[in-house]
């Protein structure tokens, strides 16, 4: 069997039980948290996600290698808008609204005060569709910051892949503006 040693399933959130900040990303990569078990780790992606969460003191280390490392984020939860590897590793439209209710779920049980982080215009429309608002509610743009009905804050961020940041759509100072405001930021 090819990869048996991989997780394989879904990718349960990961990070502090009363964070002041839920990121969202797309889904668990192939190599990634798809091996793992945790989200963004054992990938690209993670690299920059990790190391800029260490850099502004939300983590107790730069790098995630595995589930059963000792990293631990203060203040910060990480999670997906699908739950599990997707075909050709880009999720369709009926995966993204299957899983919703896990993002709904999760969403509704943060403590208040909490902002949510969006990574792409994926992650950006799933938190739209958790919070049951119209897709052209709220436009996706980088460094944006929407008002949720509840009180929260979603703030949009360019996906931290390898793609947007070989291609210079992002790069670490952008990234790491954007997830600064967003951990420091109180809910309106």
Do not use: W
């Not at 990790?50 to 990293?71: E, I, K, R």
């Not at 979603?154 to 954007?178: A, E, G, I, P, W």
Request: charged share 20%.
């Amino acid at each position: 069997m090819k990869h048996s040693d991989y997780h394989c399933g879904p990718v349960p959130s990961f990070g502090d039980d009363n964070p002041r900040l839920l990121i969202v990303g797309l889904a668990p990569g192939m190599h990634g948290a798809n091996r793992t078990g945790r989200p963004f780790t054992g990938d690209f992606a993670g690299i920059l996600l990790y190391q800029t969460l260490f850099n502004l003191g939300l983590s107790n280390q730069p790098t995630s290698a595995s589930a059963g490392d000792p990293l631990r984020l203060n203040g910060v939860r990480i999670t997906n808008a699908v739950k599990c590897l997707p075909p050709q590793n880009k999720p369709d439209t009926l995966e993204i609204k299957t899983c919703n209710i896990f993002l709904q779920t999760e969403i509704a049980a943060l403590p208040q005060p909490c902002n949510l982080l969006a990574l792409g215009k994926i992650a950006h429309d799933a938190v739209l569709r958790a919070y049951e608002l119209k897709l052209t509610a709220l436009k996706f743009t980088h460094a944006a910051d929407h008002p949720l009905p509840d009180g929260r804050t979603l703030f949009d961020s360019y996906h931290c892949s390898r793609y947007n940041t070989q291609t210079k759509r992002l790069n670490q100072k952008m990234f790491t503006n954007v997830l600064r405001r967003a951990a420091q930021s109180n809910p309106r």
